[in-house]
C-alpha cells in the first residue's frame, strides 16, 4: 500500500451515507426542510446545451453577491460550498507547524484541513455554555497562532458571537486571520452586519453556504469574502471553475428571490420557537439558537430519545463519542405542519421488559441443549431437563454457564469455569461461522413480528437478560424484531455481581427510559426476584398448572402467562381488568 503523507495518516475521514436513506423527517443535516426556491427550479430546467457543455463564467454571480454584501466584486470569491472557502482559505494562509485556534464544539472539516496541510489544530472549552467569548480566545493566542476560526451562529451550539468580541480580535491581533464562518447568520433573528468588517480588517474572512438557508445543499455553492489582496491570494489555490453551471444558475435565480428567503427566515423562526418550547414542556434543556436548529440536552433518556424518534422515521444528530454532548441531540427545525408529528414520536407509553430465554425465544433446543452437550463432553453422562429445570428454580444460576458448571460440579465433576464457557460457546455461537452460526440457530421466536408491530401503538420494549450482547442482538436481528427495542441490558452491561437476580439491569431500564407503567415479563425465579427488588410489575412465564407457576407466583409474579405467542390478549384483559377495577 502506497503510504499518504503523514499529515494525513491519522485523519479520520468525514463520515456521509452511501445511499439516500427514507425516512419520515430528516432532521439530521441542517438542510432547508423547504427546499429551494421555485425559481431555482425553473432556471436549471431552462438550462441550455451550451451552459452545460461549457465553462461557466461567475461574474453576474459575483455581481449579485457584491450588491448582497455590499461589497466590491473583487472582494467575493464563489466556491464549491462553504467547505471548499474553508479548505482554500486555510491551505493559502497556515503553514507548516502553525496553529488554527477555536471554540469546541464547533464544525469539524477546518480540523481536517488545518491538519492535512501540516499546520496543527488546537480547540478550547467554553466557561459557560454556549457562551461565545472573545477574552478567552485571546487568552489562548500564542506565536504559533495564524488563524482562529468562529462559527456565528455556530453549529451545533446555536449561539451568535456579538460584532464587538470580533472586533476585539480583529484590531488587536491584525497578524492573525479570523475566520467567520456565517452559513447561519440568515436564520438570526437580529443578526450583526459582519459584513461590513471586511472594509475596515484586512485580516477578516467570512464564509457563507448557501445550503441551508437557501436549499442548494446538493448543489453545493457558497463564497469566500475578504479585500481583494487575500481574494487574490485564495485564487492561487482554488480549482478553476470549481462552481458547476447548475449550482452557478441555481445561485443568481435565489438571489433574485427575496421573498423566498424572507418566507424561509419566518417560518424556521417559528417552527424553532415552537420546538423549544415544546421540548421545555417535556422537561428537557433545549439551548437557545440563532440557526436553523437546536442542540437540546435529554440527559440520561438521550438514546432512549434518539431511538423513540428513529422508531417513528425521524433522523437527528447524535454525538455518542464527544464527552460534552454525548446526552444532546442537534434537531434541524422542521417546517411548522411538521412539529406534530416530531411531539407524536416522544408521546409516553407503557413499557414491556422481556427477559428473551423462553420468553420471546424458545431455547429448549439451543441454550438448554448446549447445557446438555457440554455437561456430556465434560462427563460422558445424558442430563435430564428435569435436572436442569431444577436448578434454574433454585435462583441464582440465571447464567447458563454458571448453571452447568454448577451441575458438573454436583456430578463430582470439578471443571473452571472458563472451560465450560469455552466449550458452551463453541458449539453454541460462533459469529465467524459461514452459514449456520451454532447451536443457537435451532430457536424459535414465541413472540411474532406481527404481535410487536400490533402491540407498539401502546407500549415501547426492552429487554433485560443474561445473554451475552452479541448473542441478544444476533436473535432478535434474525427474526426481525431487534428494531423494536429501545434498550438492551445483556450479561455485558452490568457487573457480575450485579446480574440476576440484582435489580441493577432494571434499575438502569427505569434510570434511562420514560414510561407510564413499566412490566417485566421473566420464566426464572430470578427474573421474579429481579423485578420484585427493584418495584417493577412482573409477571412470569409457566405452564398455570405446573410447579414452575407456582415458585415464579411465591417469588412474588403477579401473574402468570402461559403462552408468550398470545401477548396481545393477555395484555388486553389485564387493560380490562385495570378499567373495571
Same mark, same amino acid.
Request: charged fraction near 25%; hydrophobic fraction near 35%.
Given at each position: 500500500?502506497?503510504?499518504?503523507?503523514?499529515?494525513?495518516?491519522?485523519?479520520?475521514?468525514?463520515?456521509?451515507?452511501? $445511499?439516500?436513506? =427514507?425516512?419520515?423527517?430528516?432532521?439530521?443535516?441542517?438542510?432547508?426542510?423547504?427546499?429551494?426556491?421555485?425559481?431555482?427550479?425553473?432556471?436549471?430546467?431552462?438550462?441550455?446545451?451550451? @451552459?452545460?457543455?461549457?465553462?461557466?463564467?461567475?461574474?453576474?454571480?459575483?455581481?449579485?453577491?457584491?450588491?448582497?454584501?455590499?461589497?466590491?466584486?473583487? %472582494?467575493?470569491?464563489?466556491?464549491?460550498?462553504?467547505?471548499?472557502?474553508?479548505?482554500?482559505?486555510?491551505?493559502?494562509?497556515?503553514?507548516?507547524?502553525?496553529?488554527?485556534?477555536?471554540?469546541?464544539?464547533?464544525?469539524?472539516?477546518?480540523? /481536517?484541513?488545518?491538519?492535512?496541510?501540516?499546520?496543527?489544530? +488546537?480547540?478550547?472549552?467554553?466557561?459557560?455554555?454556549?457562551?461565545?467569548?472573545?477574552?478567552?480566545?485571546?487568552?489562548?493566542?500564542?506565536?504559533?497562532?495564524?488563524?482562529?476560526?468562529?462559527?456565528?451562529?455556530?453549529?451545533?451550539?446555536?449561539?451568535?458571537?456579538?460584532?464587538?468580541?470580533?472586533?476585539?480580535?480583529?484590531?488587536?491581533?491584525?497578524?492573525?486571520?479570523?475566520? &467567520?464562518?456565517?452559513?447561519?447568520?440568515?436564520?438570526?433573528?437580529?443578526?450583526?452586519?459582519?459584513?461590513?468588517?471586511?472594509?475596515?480588517?484586512?485580516?477578516?474572512?467570512?464564509?457563507?453556504?448557501?445550503?441551508?438557508?437557501?436549499?442548494?445543499?446538493?448543489?453545493?455553492?457558497?463564497?469566500?469574502?475578504?479585500?481583494?489582496?487575500? =481574494?487574490?491570494?485564495?485564487?492561487?489555490?482554488?480549482?478553476? $471553475?470549481?462552481?458547476?453551471?447548475?449550482?452557478?444558475?441555481?445561485?443568481?435565480?435565489?438571489?433574485?428571490?427575496?421573498?423566498?428567503?424572507?418566507?424561509?427566515?419566518? @417560518?424556521?423562526?417559528?417552527?424553532?420557537?415552537?420546538?423549544?418550547?415544546? /421540548?421545555?414542556?417535556?422537561?428537557?434543556?433545549?439551548?437557545?439558537?440563532?440557526?436553523?436548529? #437546536?442542540?437540546?440536552?435529554?440527559?440520561?433518556?438521550?438514546?432512549?430519545?434518539?431511538?423513540?424518534?428513529?422508531?417513528?422515521?425521524? *433522523?437527528?444528530?447524535?454525538?455518542?463519542?464527544?464527552?460534552?454532548?454525548?446526552?444532546?441531540?442537534?434537531?434541524?427545525?422542521?417546517?411548522? @405542519?411538521? &412539529?406534530?408529528?416530531?411531539?407524536?414520536?416522544?408521546?409516553?407509553?407503557?413499557?414491556?421488559?422481556?427477559?428473551?430465554?423462553?420468553?420471546?425465544?424458545?431455547?429448549?433446543?439451543? $441454550?438448554?441443549?448446549?447445557? *446438555? %452437550?457440554?455437561?456430556?463432553?465434560?462427563?460422558?453422562?445424558?442430563?435430564?431437563?428435569?435436572? #436442569?429445570?431444577?436448578?434454574?428454580?433454585?435462583?441464582?444460576?440465571?447464567?447458563?454457564?454458571?448453571?452447568?458448571?454448577?451441575?458438573?460440579?454436583?456430578?463430582?465433576?470439578?471443571?473452571?469455569?472458563?472451560?465450560?464457557?469455552?466449550?458452551?460457546?463453541?458449539?453454541?455461537?460462533?459469529?465467524?461461522?459461514?452459514?449456520?452460526?451454532?447451536?443457537?440457530?435451532?430457536? *424459535?421466536?414465541?413472540?411474532?413480528?406481527?404481535?410487536?408491530?400490533?402491540?407498539?401503538?401502546?407500549?415501547?420494549?426492552?429487554?433485560?437478560?443474561?445473554?451475552?450482547?452479541?448473542?441478544? #442482538?444476533?436473535?432478535?436481528? *434474525?427474526?426481525?424484531?431487534?428494531?423494536?427495542?429501545?434498550? =438492551?441490558?445483556?450479561?455485558?452491561?452490568?457487573?457480575?455481581?450485579?446480574?440476576?437476580?440484582?435489580? %441493577?439491569? /432494571?434499575? +438502569?431500564?427505569?434510570?434511562?427510559?420514560?414510561?407510564?407503567?413499566?412490566?417485566?415479563?421473566?420464566?426464572?425465579?430470578?427474573? =421474579?426476584?429481579?423485578?420484585?427488588?427493584?418495584?417493577? @410489575?412482573?409477571?412470569?412465564?409457566?405452564?398455570?398448572?405446573?410447579?414452575?407457576?407456582?415458585?415464579?407466583?411465591?417469588?412474588?409474579?403477579?401473574?402468570?402467562?402461559?403462552?408468550?405467542?398470545?401477548?396481545?390478549?393477555?395484555?388486553?384483559?389485564? %387493560?380490562?381488568?385495570?378499567?373495571?377495577?
Amino acid at each position: 500500500m502506497i503510504k499518504p503523507k503523514k499529515a494525513v495518516e491519522g485523519i479520520l475521514p468525514y463520515s456521509t451515507p452511501k $445511499y439516500a436513506q =427514507i425516512c419520515n423527517l430528516k432532521l439530521d443535516s441542517n438542510e432547508n426542510p423547504y427546499g429551494a426556491s421555485k425559481e431555482v427550479l425553473y432556471a436549471l430546467k431552462e438550462l441550455t446545451n451550451a @451552459q452545460i457543455s461549457r465553462y461557466p463564467h461567475y461574474g453576474e454571480l459575483v455581481d449579485k453577491l457584491a450588491q448582497k454584501f455590499n461589497l466590491k466584486d473583487d %472582494e467575493i470569491l464563489p466556491t464549491n460550498g462553504a467547505d471548499e472557502a474553508l479548505s482554500v482559505i486555510i491551505n493559502t494562509y497556515l503553514d507548516t507547524d502553525e496553529e488554527l485556534l477555536c471554540f469546541m464544539p464547533t464544525f469539524s472539516m477546518p480540523k /481536517l484541513y488545518a491538519t492535512s496541510c501540516h499546520g496543527k489544530f +488546537r480547540s478550547i472549552d467554553y466557561y459557560t455554555k454556549w457562551v461565545f467569548d472573545a477574552d478567552k480566545l485571546i487568552e489562548n493566542i500564542d506565536a504559533k497562532t495564524k488563524i482562529i476560526y468562529i462559527t456565528s451562529p455556530n453549529n451545533p451550539t446555536g449561539e451568535l458571537a456579538n460584532i464587538q468580541d470580533i472586533e476585539k480580535i480583529l484590531s488587536n491581533f491584525p497578524q492573525i486571520i479570523v475566520l &467567520l464562518d456565517v452559513t447561519y447568520i440568515n436564520f438570526a433573528q437580529n443578526p450583526p452586519d459582519y459584513y461590513s468588517l471586511i472594509k475596515k480588517y484586512e485580516n477578516i474572512f467570512i464564509v457563507k453556504s448557501f445550503s441551508k438557508d437557501m436549499g442548494l445543499a446538493g448543489l453545493r455553492l457558497g463564497c469566500a469574502l475578504s479585500q481583494s489582496q487575500n =481574494i487574490e491570494q485564495c485564487k492561487k489555490i482554488i480549482s478553476p $471553475y470549481s462552481v458547476n453551471a447548475a449550482a452557478l444558475y441555481a445561485g443568481l435565480a435565489t438571489l433574485d428571490d427575496v421573498e423566498w428567503e424572507k418566507f424561509i427566515k419566518e @417560518q424556521i423562526n417559528t417552527s424553532r420557537n415552537a420546538l423549544i418550547e415544546g /421540548l421545555i414542556e417535556l422537561g428537557f434543556k433545549p439551548y437557545k439558537s440563532q440557526g436553523n436548529f #437546536i442542540l437540546c440536552d435529554f440527559n440520561q433518556y438521550c438514546d432512549f430519545i434518539e431511538w423513540k424518534l428513529q422508531s417513528k422515521g425521524i *433522523k437527528v444528530r447524535s454525538f455518542k463519542t464527544s464527552d460534552i454532548l454525548k446526552n444532546c441531540l442537534r434537531i434541524t427545525t422542521p417546517k411548522v @405542519q411538521d &412539529l406534530n408529528l416530531f411531539f407524536d414520536a416522544l408521546i409516553t407509553k407503557d413499557m414491556l421488559v422481556f427477559d428473551l430465554d423462553g420468553v420471546v425465544f424458545d431455547v429448549s433446543n439451543s $441454550y438448554r441443549l448446549a447445557i *446438555k %452437550e457440554t455437561f456430556k463432553h465434560f462427563s460422558q453422562k445424558e442430563l435430564q431437563d428435569d435436572e #436442569i429445570q431444577k436448578a434454574k428454580e433454585l435462583g441464582g444460576l440465571n447464567c447458563d454457564w454458571d448453571l452447568t458448571k454448577y451441575l458438573l460440579d454436583k456430578h463430582g465433576f470439578n471443571v473452571e469455569l472458563e472451560k465450560v464457557i469455552e466449550v458452551f460457546q463453541k458449539m453454541f455461537f460462533d459469529p465467524q461461522k459461514e452459514g449456520s452460526k451454532g447451536i443457537i440457530d435451532n430457536e *424459535k421466536l414465541v413472540v411474532s413480528p406481527e404481535t410487536f408491530e400490533k402491540l407498539s401503538e401502546k407500549y415501547d420494549f426492552c429487554a433485560f437478560t443474561g445473554r451475552p450482547r452479541s448473542e441478544a #442482538i444476533y436473535s432478535l436481528e *434474525k427474526f426481525g424484531i431487534l428494531k423494536y427495542f429501545c434498550k =438492551i441490558i445483556s450479561q455485558d452491561d452490568i457487573q457480575k455481581n450485579e446480574r440476576k437476580p440484582h435489580p %441493577e439491569g /432494571l434499575n +438502569r431500564i427505569k434510570r434511562e427510559t420514560i414510561y407510564n407503567k413499566i412490566y417485566y415479563f421473566g420464566d426464572t425465579v430470578d427474573d =421474579i426476584y429481579s423485578a420484585v427488588a427493584s418495584t417493577t @410489575q412482573v409477571y412470569g412465564v409457566a405452564k398455570k398448572s405446573s410447579k414452575s407457576a407456582l415458585i415464579l407466583t411465591e417469588a412474588g409474579a403477579q401473574d402468570i402467562i402461559e403462552d408468550m405467542s398470545k401477548l396481545d390478549e393477555f395484555l388486553k384483559a389485564k %387493560e380490562n381488568t385495570y378499567a373495571n377495577s
